[in-house]
C-alpha cells in the first residue's frame, strides 16, 4: 500500500505564496509521474501540473507564471511553489503519482490540502 500525504496548505491573502509538499510513502518500487491538480467547489479537478522521475514538467493552462512544480526523488517527495495566489486560486488541491509496487503499478491520491485566498 502506498500513501501519499499532503501539506502546507492554508489560508493566505491575495498576492501571497504558498508551498506545498507531499510525501509518498509505503512499500514503493518505483515513482513515475508526480503531480498535483486542484478542484473548486462546483468544479471539476484540473491539473495543475506534472513532472516525470526524470524532471520533465509539464502545466496545466494559466499554471506556470506563477506556479512551479519540482521532486525530490531520494524523500518521494514532490512539491508546489504558488506565487502571486489570488482568490480563484482557491481549491482543495490534491497530490498524484504513479507508483509501482510489488503489487503492480497504478495511481494513488492524498487526501487533498484547502488552499484559501482571501483578504
Known amino acids: 500500500q502506498v500513501q501519499l500525504v499532503e501539506s502546507g496548505g492554508g489560508l493566505v491573502q491575495p498576492g501571497g505564496s504558498l508551498r506545498l509538499s507531499c510525501a509518498a510513502s509505503?512499500?514503493?518500487?518505483?515513482?513515475?509521474?508526480m503531480r498535483w491538480y486542484r478542484q473548486a467547489p462546483g468544479e471539476q479537478r484540473e491539473l495543475v501540473a506534472d513532472i516525470t522521475s526524470g524532471g520533465t514538467i509539464n502545466y496545466g493552462d494559466s499554471m506556470k507564471d506563477r506556479f512551479t512544480i519540482a521532486r525530490d526523488n531520494a524523500k518521494n517527495t514532490v512539491y508546489l511553489q504558488m506565487n502571486s495566489l489570488k482568490p480563484e486560486d482557491t481549491a482543495v488541491y490534491y497530490c498524484n503519482a504513479d507508483v509501482r509496487t510489488v503489487l503492480g503499478r497504478r495511481d494513488y491520491w492524498g487526501q487533498g490540502t484547502q488552499v484559501t485566498v482571501s483578504s
Open positions: 509505503g512499500r514503493i518500487a518505483n515513482i513515475y509521474d
